[in-house]
């Protein structure tokens, strides 16, 4: 495994399960993410206090969750008002949900080390200064440059969606 360990895994399984292990759940991310074939959404807060989702592109690296934004779409502005978010996705075999807190990634070789993941699985992403550009991103991203964020998850819940079933919540320390 690679990345932080949970402190406290909590069983929330009503049927008998046993808690399912933080390596199902980690597994699940380092294999899918990023993928096409996956999508995932961020929620955000908007300054109203309206709760705003957006679809991304997610990189899971060395237990945190990277995403781009261009600096004038919502979830930027948002995150740069209130940095909470919550971020759900389905894996193979598995329903994930983290609650955390996002900030913008400036440094080169956190950026070199996310571009390099993207371009693996074939967004041709480059740096560029602090942020990204490539010849094309999703038609919502505007133009670039993209900025990269990284969220440091506090909590994620898993739900099994084959056998061995289960359903647990992972806390993490910061």
Request: hydrophobic letters at 45%; proline letters at 9%; aromatic letters at 10%.
């Amino acid at each position: 495994m690679t990345g932080r360990e949970p402190v406290e895994a909590t069983n929330l399984d009503r049927y008998g399960n046993p808690a399912l292990a933080w390596s199902r759940a980690d597994e699940a991310l380092r294999v899918s993410m990023p993928s096409p074939a996956v999508t995932s959404f961020l929620g955000t807060v908007r300054p109203d206090g309206r709760p705003c989702a957006a679809g991304i592109g997610a990189v899971w690296l060395d237990g945190d969750l990277y995403f781009t934004s261009g600096p004038d779409a919502r979830k930027a502005r948002n995150l740069a008002a209130n940095p909470a978010c919550t971020f759900s996705v389905r894996l193979e075999g598995i329903d994930l949900v983290a609650e955390g807190e996002a900030a913008r990634v400036t440094d080169g070789d956190t950026l070199a080390r996310v571009s390099a993941v993207y371009r693996a699985a074939g967004w041709p992403a480059e740096v560029a200064g602090d942020a990204f550009t490539a010849p094309f991103n999703a038609p919502s991203a505007g133009p670039p440059p993209w900025q990269l964020f990284r969220m440091r998850i506090s909590t994620l819940f898993g739900v099994a969606t084959v056998e061995p079933h289960g359903a647990t919540r992972w806390r993490f320390a910061h």
